[in-house]
């Protein structure tokens, strides 16, 4: 089941559009964030997830590779820098516990999509339920939700996959010219619920 469950985590996000220009000079690691004894600390989002024993993280690699980074392309910290300025979609942390629910949480470069600048948050929200459901999710009306002191625009959606009852919370908030995102998933009856993992956020 964890094979599903690792599919599933990687829908689109919204704004599938065409590069632009390049975005502002930032510290990418402070970007990135990191993960230390179990608990992944992200100073550039204001935002912490602190989860229980039971979940694992994915490793740099891992997440480079959802990326599409080679490990050898950032083998020196000015390469790192420069390649991940450059990434559209970075995925910053990832996570599962044992039975399958899991987190993404990461950054959408607005600069690199057309007119993505110029997107709220809750008009990034507005166009993900809207392509989401157009792939077969039913949502219930956006709502806000705080984290960390810091205000999300929150879309819960619910969809049947491979006869599983699968919910996904996205969560987004605009950070500079970064939407930055959470995407929870779960599956009715076997996982635990998105709230729960929202209160793991802080």
């Known amino acids: 089941m964890k094979r599903f469950f690792a599919v599933v985590i990687c829908l689109a ?18 970007v990135m964030g990191s993960v230390t004894d179990g608990v992944y600390v992200n100073e550039y989002a204001d935002l912490t997830f602190s989860p229980g024993s039971d979940w694992t993280f994915y490793g740099d690699s891992e997440l480079l590779e959802m990326m599409d980074v080679s490990e050898d392309s950032v083998d020196t910290e000015s390469k790192r820098q420069n390649i991940l300025s450059r990434v559209q979609t970075l995925y910053t942390t990832m996570a599962m516990d044992e039975v399958g629910a899991n987190i993404i949480i ?12 110029s997107y709220s948050a809750e008009d990034y929200a507005e166009a993900l339920v809207e392509q989401c459901t157009a792939s077969g999710y039913t949502f219930g009306d956006i709502t806000t939700v705080e984290i960390g002191g810091n205000t999300y625009y929150k879309a819960v959606g619910s969809i049947e996959e491979s006869g599983y009852d699968m919910t996904q919370a996205f969560l987004v908030r605009r950070i500079d010219d970064y939407m930055c995102f959470i995407i929870i998933t779960t599956i009715d009856g076997y996982t635990v619920t998105p709230d729960e993992i929202i209160a793991m956020l802080g």
Do not use: Q, V
Request: hydrophobic share 35%; charged share 15%.
């Open 106 to 117: 990461g950054f959408e470069n607005l600069t690199l999509s057309t007119d993505g600048t």
């Open 13 to 30: 996000m919204a704004l599938n559009l065409l590069t632009g220009c390049g975005s502002k000079e930032l510290d990418m690691n402070t």
